[in-house]
């Protein structure tokens, strides 16, 4: 009843709301109201979604709580929170109380939402709002846990506003609503955060592993490379040494690419896997072909591997509706499929980890899922499922929003699937085929449904995959990197090819140079002649990768090089 005449007054008022503060009579008000919410959520825990879901709807918690917050100064009084932090350190205070109610009961709210609730509606609050309040979450964390003041990421209010935030941001990031930067924070002196970190300070690791979005992309690119070559030395790699005593010689034939990348590549230990590799391809005759490296060609062993794996003919990937790639459900009908899964993520990680970067567009649900990011109970499959299945998408956006008796659809908790013409009946929870959808379960069946098509289909490939790319990249390395910030680590840049960058950083060998006529005409050609999409297709044909490497062409692996061939003269 307080929030409902809070509100009230605070919506009808041609004014301002009132300042307040905390401590004072109206926010201890609101404050203890909200402990109560969140003492009933914590205590009734088998009645938590329905209070939840109480909550949620209509004008009695979020739209007044959010005034209110907006009514302790500015960026929803950050200083004053900051301040009763440090000297409330377990957050147990009613104040956070109301922050935790608040971030758990939008957090849900933010999972139940479709884009056109979020986006359009605007529910229940406007794309800006939702920015601000990404804003003050963002802030709190960060200046919470570089004064030491929230250091247990296991605690009821550092995992509320995190779980806020992080829902946030990957909508953010699916379909942007804040402007570019939004998330970074300016504060951060990158450079002293860094030797924070060789020296294994815990605020360091925590900032980290729990907010690396706050750090500039290419800053934790940097510091990624650092990490692998940092570790190439303690295994004692050595670049482009045959002699190195982690390297590895492989042969395989042109016609069995796979096959024999698989047989030699495929148990490799570890150590041995992160080492120098070098491939002898056997042509049709079989005879050797010589690489350029006179070692062989890993980088095209590497392409011509990734070309077959993800040919649709062998049924181990399939493609969404926006040509990105993730495990094809029936995937099993390929012999020794989850082995070829493991297979594959330990090439991609082979790539990664060599800073090679190759033109495979994975599915962004994909990708979370082999992060891990899909672990909490927050995240929702549905909001991804209109690029996997356009209509199954559509189905239950329907059912969603369907204005008469749901029961009328005749719809259980089950799912048909056309299995080699044979019709196989799915439960999506147990004896669903026994439990009709209604207007009160719709919700709940909805999400089983995304989360049966998204992840338990694919869930055993997904499981192999992540096992091979993390013999490789380790996992805490990539926590610093959200699903698209991986897809950039695998395939380059999204910003246009910078010629110039690219001049740059290209080796001349036979004769030509820089200034070579021909080489300045290439490159007039190149820079004044060719379109953005022209010099991605020229990037592609000559690196076999749309997509510049991130840190740019000092970083392209192998390096870009111009020869001059005096046999084709002669020809």
Known sequence: MYFYVYYTAATTSTITPPLNKLGNEVSTRVALVCALYHTACTTLAQL???????????????????????SLGQNCGLKSFIDLLGVNKTGSAPEFQMLILFCDTLTHLVTILDDTEFYEQEMPFSCNEYAMLGTFLNMFLYKAVSAGYLTDPQSPLFTAILSLLSSLRR???????????????????????????????PIAKLIISKLPHVIPHNE??????????????????????????????ITVHRNRIVEDGYRQLGSLGVTALKGVIRVRFVNMQGLDEAGIDQDGVFKEFLEETIKKVFDPGLNLFCSTSEERLYPSPTSH?????????EFVGKMIGKAVYEGIVVDVPFASFFLTQVLGHDHSAMYSYLDEMSSADPELHKNLTYVKHYDGDVEDLGLTFSFDQDYLGRIVTHELITGG?????????????????????????????VVAFRKGFKAVVSPDW?????????????????SPVDMKDLRRNTS????????????????????????DKERSMFLKFVTSCSKPPLLGFENLEPPFSIRFDRRQINK
């Not at 001349?508 to 379109?531: C, M, N, P, Q, T």
């Open 333 to 341: 009908i390929t012999e020794n499929h989850l082995d070829l899964f």
């Open 478 to 494: 990539l926590h610093m990197f959200s699903g698209p910030e991986v897809q950039r680590l695998i395939s380059g840049d999204n």
């Open 508 to 531: 001349y060998y036979g004769g030509f140079h820089d200034s070579h006529r021909v080489i300045a005409w290439l490159w007039d050609i190149l820079e004044k002649d060719f379109s």
């Open 220 to 249: 934790r690119v940097l510091l990624f490379r650092k990490k692998v070559n940092s570790e190439k030395a303690s295994l004692g790699i050595l670049e482009s040494d045959s002699a190195s005593p982690q390297s590895t010689l």
């Open 48 to 70: 938590r979604i329905d209070i939840l879901n109480g909550l949620c709807f209509g004008d009695l918690l979020m739209k007044p709580l959010w005034i209110f917050l907006n």
């Open 433 to 461: 085929r026994a439990i009709n959808v209604t207007n009160n379960n719709r919700i709940s069946y909805i999400h089983h449904m995304a989360h049966f098509k998204m992840h338990k289909q694919i869930a055993t490939q």
């Open 171 to 201: 909508r953010d990031e699916r379909r942007t609503f804040t402007n570019s930067n939004h998330w970074l924070i300016k504060d951060v002196k990158v450079g002293n955060l860094f030797n924070d970190l060789d020296k294994g300070r």
